[in-house]
């Protein structure tokens, strides 16, 4: 038995059934052969060679949920796998708290690199909390790997408050500010300053007027120069970073 060459030197060992053999250059992948040389009582002598690839290395990639998206707002979710497909012979993902052990031990396989393009977590049991997509793969040699990626699930809706001129209920002034109570987590923010008269209702959940929550958050408004005395109304919608918004709440002064 050989590992470099069809040419053959030293004497024939007895046939058997099977051999313990280690390939050339153990220690790095790659395609091996093992060249055979056997010969009958006669003296007839022939040559054979097989061929295998050696493959130590694990699958390599990674997970993200939304994008990379740090907080969402729904159990269902888009998920997306970057790997080196044909080196997926199968795979298995769980949203499961517990996960896979680190050596993908005991995980039941999906042959194929079919992953899913969405997952579903466990809803809340009452504020945000953290949901993990463990992926295990596996290559045809046997190999395996985990990847993880985690995001936070919120689904609480912020909650703020606003005042006009420091809670003043009434201005002789035209130019008034706003200045906006909002959770640490508060993306956007879309307001409406009107008067006098009836208010029509912010619509929080259309996406169109929202905009950075300004530092330190407090808006400058003014009372048009043809606007009458009256009562005038500041509404305010918020958005968190996971999407949330909140109903619209607001603060009123008189001209």
Known sequence: VNNTTSTFSGQ??????SLAWQLDQPGVDGNKVVFLEASDAAGNVGTTSAQITLDKT???GTVSI????????ATTANVSFAYTLSDVAAFAVTTSAAGFPANCAGVTFTNGNAF???????ATSGGPEARTVSVCTRDRAGNTALATATTVLDQEFPTGAVTLNGGAQFTT???VTA???APADTAQIKTSFTGPGAVVPLDCTSAAGYGALPSPPTVALTIGATSGAGSYT???????SA????????????Y
């Open 173 to 175: 002034s035209r130019s």
């Open 58 to 60: 694990a699958p390599t």
């Open 12 to 17: 024939q060992q007895p046939p058997v059934g």
């Open 234 to 240: 500041m509404q305010v919608c918020l958005k968190d």
């Open 116 to 122: 899913p393009a969405q997952v579903t977590f466990a």
């Open 243 to 254: 999407g949330n918004v909140a109903t619209s709440f607001n603060a009123g002064a008189r």
């Open 66 to 73: 939304q994008g990379g998206a740090a907080r969402i707002n």
């Open 179 to 181: 200045t906006v109570a």
